[in-house]
């Protein structure tokens, strides 16, 4: 059964720091990673999708890594701005491709 | 272009009482998704139905039913509300860019606490 664990469980940074959130998943046997946002009381956003033949994806100030061999994904945020301020899920796609197995995420705040 | 949506926003229910949360799409997809998110445990996947017509079980059936009235609504209908289904629900759908590789999309949730 594929399990999904995002490092750290909470994050505080000042504005204007670089950061990095961890994913890791157990079953390397994926077909894609979703990196979504979800800000308090509302829905998921998708912000990265990265197949499983891909090692990155890049939108703006974000960078999703994937290292599918040893599990794991990372995704990178530059110059922190308090807007970034959510948490952030990983989803895995795998098995069946009709599956979704998700992290608990990562509930990040910038700080002024 | 809506995405996807969901009724209601918020609902109160006491043990035993029955209801049906909606979801509807407007973006063609086939496949549609049920999950609830409880604190500490992610999201989880109740029910599915990869196409018009189709509907499996996911990880926490139990407790729950699921229509796809057509290709653009999936509904979940709680039979005999319990406390343990008080929870945050989502619907989705997934957009196939390529054989195996979907990108989902999801509703903005329906908060249900049964008392």
């Known amino acids: ?112 | 272009n809506a995405g996807v949506t969901q009724t209601p926003k918020f609902q109160v229910l006491k043990t035993g009482q029955s209801m049906t949360l909606q979801c509807a799409q407007d973006m063609n997809h086939n496949s549609m998704y049920w999950y609830r998110q409880d604190p500490g445990m992610g999201l989880r996947l109740i029910y599915y139905s990869a196409s018009e017509g189709t509907t499996d079980k996911g990880e926490v059936p139990n407790g729950y039913n699921v229509s796809r009235l057509n290709k653009r609504e999936f509904s979940l209908r709680l039979e005999s509300a319990a406390p343990s289904q008080t929870s945050v629900y989502f619907c989705a759908s997934i957009y196939p860019r390529d054989r195996g590789n979907y990108e989902q999309y999801f509703g903005p949730g329906t908060r249900l606490t049964v008392t």
């Open chain 1, 1 to 112: 059964k594929q399990e999904v664990t995002q490092i750290p469980a909470a994050l505080s940074v000042p504005e204007g720091e670089n950061l990095v959130l961890n994913c890791s998943f157990t079953d390397s046997a994926i077909y894609n990673l979703q990196w979504f946002r979800q800000d308090p009381g509302k829905g998921l956003t998708s912000l990265l999708l990265i197949q499983s033949s891909q090692r990155e994806q890049t939108s703006g100030r974000l960078n999703a890594s994937l290292d599918k061999s040893s599990g794991r994904s990372t995704l990178y945020i530059a110059a922190s701005q308090p807007g970034d301020s959510a948490t952030y899920l990983c989803a895995v796609r795998g098995g069946t491709a009709s599956k979704l197995t998700f992290g608990t995420g990562t509930r990040l705040q910038v700080t002024l």
